[in-house]
Every structure is written in structure tokens, then in C-alpha cells.
């Protein structure tokens, strides 16, 4: 159910409702401080019905009760009296303005408003009513009504446009533990069952091959703790309010170390200074980075990888490229939606960048191009 709050005024029925209150408050005044004939008198209860009919049934249009309103005030006004009646042409000019749905019908409702003390002056003799600052006050209120009704349509476009745009940052929030998730996780994880997989396999012929193993599968646990941690007090470092660390590119020389370590022929080329990659640049890349060593240790662990980066003229390039014997997985593994690459491209295109990933001749490549823009300078 929609609440009243979120379809704003434009569409609640508050308003409208108090508009009869109006027309019969205008017509207890004339009766009070302009006596006439009864038959005149009962003339001014008909425009309250009318609006009464059409603010609480909302299947009646107001073109159908205009002339309801209309007529009555102007015969009213035939003997020169009951002149406070005349705001029913104001109200009328209001609400064609606030409530007709389309330019057209509020600018006839307000024609018909307009001509209500024109044909006052026609039906008096002498004229009692100063017409001309009827038609000016009738005009005004009708520019009022479209102004409100202007301004409701924009609030209500306005809340429309919140809701969307939360959305959308509820959804890109969860891409982005995703793409967490499985770099902190998924690749802890990975490296994990290799080592312990490794193991058990040499565990009966070579102890000694087995703990080495079993060491590494060790560290690699423990390297993934730290990046989970560190990416649970990045996310709740607003609440904790402290600022959280993330890695930069000058620790992807850490990270090739690592890759190295744990088996996979690695070389890493750098040209530029990285500690003048902007930090928000230097995540994206350390973590492209970490996505394609880990690529190429599950599916090219026999091969020979290249991670280049290179800094210059406003951008940063980062290639790496594996040439050697690539594993095939099974076709199962194979239609497995790949995570990683789609972490990557969003990663390079939130930051405006380009992103490719594709097989080579010999081998795989992954290269990614972003701009830079030197935080330091600003």
C-alpha cells in the first residue's frame, strides 16, 4: 500500500476536501452582511453541494460540477447582492489549475472562472461588482493553482528519483561485496585447497613436501584473514569512525612476491611512480592485479606471467600476461558464470576506465587502462 506521504499532495485528497468548507464559509458571510430574497439565499447552498459532490466523490470530474458552481453565483448577483459568493470563481480557478491533467482543461475551467464576473456585470443593472479586480484576482489564483500543482509534480518526481537512485546504490553496494567477497575469499579459499590438495597427495610418499604444503597453505590462510579483516573495518569504519586501510599499488610488488612464493613464475615491470596513483585508482588495481596472479596460478600455473604497470600522460596501464600451458577445466567448470572478469570490468568501468581480458596465441591477457588524476594537486 502506498502511503500518503509517498504520493505527496498532488494526489491526496486533503485539499479538495476543505474546498466546500471554503464555498459554504463564503456564503454564510453574504447571507450575514448582505441580506437578500431566500430564493437567492438558497442559490449559494448549490455551489456548496457541487463542491462537496465533486471533493468526495472521486469519480466526478470538476467539469461536470463547474456549471453546478457557476450558474447559481451569477444569478445570485442579479439584484447586486451576496457579492462574497464570487470566491467560488476563485476556488473554481483553483482547482482547474491544482487538478486538471492536462494544460488544456485547466485553461478552459479557468475561462470559465474568469467569465463568471463578466457575466455578473452582464445580468446587473447598474453593475454592482468592480469586474475588472475580479478577472485580475480570478487570473492570479488560477497561475498559483498551476504553480502548486507544478511543484507537487516535481516533489513526487524528486521522491521517485530517491527511491531510484537507492536502489541503485543498493545494488551497486552488493556488487561491491561481491566482488569482495570473492577476491578476499574466493582466492584465500582457492590457494587454500591447492596447498591442502598438494599435500595429500605426498603425504604418504614425502613428509617433508607434505608440511611444506601444509606451511603454505598456513600463510595463505592467514594472508586472508588479514585482507577480511581489513575489508570488514572498511565497511564498518563509518559507524567505527576510523579510517580504514586499503591496499595501494605499491603493494602490488607485495602481492607479485607472494604469487611468487606460492609456485608461479612471475615477473613484474613498473614504470612511473605508483605511490602517485590516487588511492581510489590503486585499489582498483591491486585488485585487478590480484584477480589475474590468482587466474593464472589456477588456470596457468605452468607458464610464464608478466604484470606490467605504467603510469604516464594521465593514465595508468596494467597488462599481465601469461604465455605458456594454459589447464582446461571440465565443461561444467567451463559454463560457470567467471566472477573474477566481471569483478574486474566493473571495477575499471566505475572508475571510467577500459578493460579487456581475452586468450592469446600461447597463453591469456588481461589489460586495463585508467584514468589518473593526482589527488595531491588538488
Given at each position: 500500500?502506498?502511503?500518503r506521504s509517498d504520493r505527496g499532495w498532488f494526489e491526496t485528497d486533503d485539499l479538495r476536501r476543505v474546498l466546500p468548507f471554503f464555498s459554504l464559509a463564503f456564503g454564510l458571510v453574504a447571507a450575514i452582511t448582505q441580506p437578500s430574497?431566500?430564493?437567492?439565499?438558497?442559490?449559494?447552498?448549490?455551489?456548496?453541494?457541487?463542491?462537496?459532490?465533486?471533493?468526495?466523490?472521486?469519480?466526478?470530474?470538476?467539469?461536470?460540477?463547474?456549471?453546478?458552481?457557476?450558474?447559481?453565483?451569477?444569478?445570485?448577483?442579479?439584484?447586486?447582492?451576496?457579492?462574497?459568493?464570487?470566491?467560488?470563481?476563485?476556488?473554481?480557478?483553483?482547482?482547474?489549475?491544482?487538478?486538471?491533467?492536462?494544460?488544456?482543461?485547466?485553461?478552459a475551467l479557468g475561462l470559465l472562472a474568469v467569465a463568471t464576473p463578466i457575466l455578473v456585470a452582464l445580468v446587473q443593472d447598474p453593475m454592482e461588482v468592480a469586474g475588472g479586480i475580479w478577472v485580475v484576482a480570478i487570473v492570479f489564483?488560477?497561475?498559483?493553482?498551476?504553480?502548486?500543482?507544478?511543484?507537487?509534480?516535481?516533489?513526487?518526481?524528486?521522491?521517485?528519483?530517491?527511491?531510484?537512485?537507492?536502489?541503485?546504490?543498493?545494488?551497486?553496494?552488493?556488487?561491491?561485496?561481491?566482488?569482495?567477497?570473492?577476491?578476499?575469499?574466493?582466492?584465500?579459499?582457492?590457494?587454500?585447497?591447492?596447498?591442502?590438495?598438494?599435500?595429500?597427495?605426498?603425504?604418504?610418499?614425502?613428509?617433508?613436501?607434505?608440511e611444506e604444503a601444509l606451511r603454505s597453505a598456513e600463510d595463505v590462510g592467514r594472508r586472508s584473514m588479514q585482507e577480511l579483516r581489513r575489508t570488514v573495518t572498511l565497511l564498518r569504519s563509518d559507524e567505527a569512525g576510523v579510517a580504514?586501510?586499503?591496499?595501494?599499488?605499491?603493494?602490488?610488488?607485495?602481492?607479485?612476491?607472494?604469487?611468487?612464493?606460492?609456485?608461479?613464475?612471475?615477473?613484474?615491470?613498473?614504470?612511473?611512480?605508483?605511490?602517485?596513483?590516487?588511492?581510489?585508482?590503486?585499489?582498483?588495481?591491486?585488485?585487478?592485479?590480484?584477480?589475474?596472479?590468482?587466474?593464472?596460478?589456477?588456470?596457468?600455473?605452468?607458464?610464464?606471467?608478466?604484470?606490467?604497470?605504467?603510469?604516464?600522460?594521465?593514465?595508468?596501464?596494467?597488462?599481465?600476461?601469461?604465455?605458456?600451458?594454459?589447464?582446461?577445466?571440465?565443461?561444467?567448470?567451463?559454463?560457470?558464470?567467471?566472477?573474477?572478469?566481471?569483478?574486474?570490468?566493473?571495477?575499471?568501468?566505475?572508475?571510467?576506465?577500459?578493460?579487456?581480458?581475452?586468450?592469446?596465441?600461447?597463453?591469456?591477457?588481461?589489460?586495463?587502462?585508467?584514468?589518473?588524476?593526482?589527488?595531491?594537486?588538488?
Amino acid at each position: 500500500m502506498i502511503g500518503r506521504s509517498d504520493r505527496g499532495w498532488f494526489e491526496t485528497d486533503d485539499l479538495r476536501r476543505v474546498l466546500p468548507f471554503f464555498s459554504l464559509a463564503f456564503g454564510l458571510v453574504a447571507a450575514i452582511t448582505q441580506p437578500s430574497s431566500a430564493a437567492d439565499i438558497a442559490l449559494t447552498a448549490v455551489p456548496v453541494i457541487a463542491w462537496s459532490l465533486w471533493a468526495f466523490s472521486p469519480s466526478v470530474p470538476l467539469a461536470a460540477v463547474s456549471i453546478a458552481i457557476v450558474v447559481p453565483v451569477v444569478v445570485a448577483q442579479r439584484s447586486g447582492q451576496l457579492e462574497p459568493v464570487m470566491f467560488n470563481a476563485c476556488l473554481l480557478a483553483f482547482a482547474a489549475a491544482r487538478w486538471s491533467r492536462s494544460l488544456s482543461a485547466a485553461a478552459a475551467l479557468g475561462l470559465l472562472a474568469v467569465a463568471t464576473p463578466i457575466l455578473v456585470a452582464l445580468v446587473q443593472d447598474p453593475m454592482e461588482v468592480a469586474g475588472g479586480i475580479w478577472v485580475v484576482a480570478i487570473v492570479f489564483i488560477w497561475a498559483v493553482g498551476r504553480a502548486v500543482a507544478r511543484q507537487e509534480r516535481l516533489v513526487v518526481e524528486l521522491e521517485g528519483t530517491r527511491r531510484r537512485l537507492a536502489r541503485q546504490a543498493l545494488f551497486d553496494e552488493r556488487r561491491r561485496v561481491a566482488r569482495d567477497v570473492h577476491d578476499f575469499v574466493g582466492h584465500g579459499l582457492a590457494a587454500v585447497m591447492l596447498e591442502v590438495t598438494s599435500a595429500r597427495h605426498v603425504l604418504r610418499r614425502d613428509a617433508d613436501a607434505a608440511e611444506e604444503a601444509l606451511r603454505s597453505a598456513e600463510d595463505v590462510g592467514r594472508r586472508s584473514m588479514q585482507e577480511l579483516r581489513r575489508t570488514v573495518t572498511l565497511l564498518r569504519s563509518d559507524e567505527a569512525g576510523v579510517a580504514a586501510s586499503v591496499p595501494t599499488a605499491s603493494e602490488i610488488p607485495a602481492l607479485v612476491d607472494q604469487a611468487r612464493a606460492g609456485g608461479l613464475a612471475v615477473e613484474l615491470h613498473t614504470r612511473g611512480d605508483l605511490s602517485r596513483i590516487p588511492p581510489s585508482v590503486g585499489l582498483a588495481l591491486y585488485r585487478i592485479a590480484q584477480e589475474a596472479l590468482a587466474n593464472a596460478a589456477r588456470h596457468a600455473p605452468r607458464a610464464r606471467t608478466m604484470l606490467g604497470l605504467e603510469l604516464g600522460h594521465g593514465r595508468v596501464a596494467l597488462l599481465a600476461e601469461s604465455s605458456g600451458p594454459v589447464v582446461t577445466g571440465t565443461p561444467s567448470e567451463r559454463e560457470l558464470p567467471h566472477y573474477g572478469l566481471i569483478g574486474m570490468q566493473e571495477r575499471a568501468t566505475a572508475l571510467g576506465g577500459e578493460f579487456a581480458a581475452g586468450p592469446t596465441g600461447d597463453g591469456w591477457r588481461v589489460r586495463c587502462e585508467l584514468p589518473v588524476e593526482d589527488e595531491r594537486s588538488r
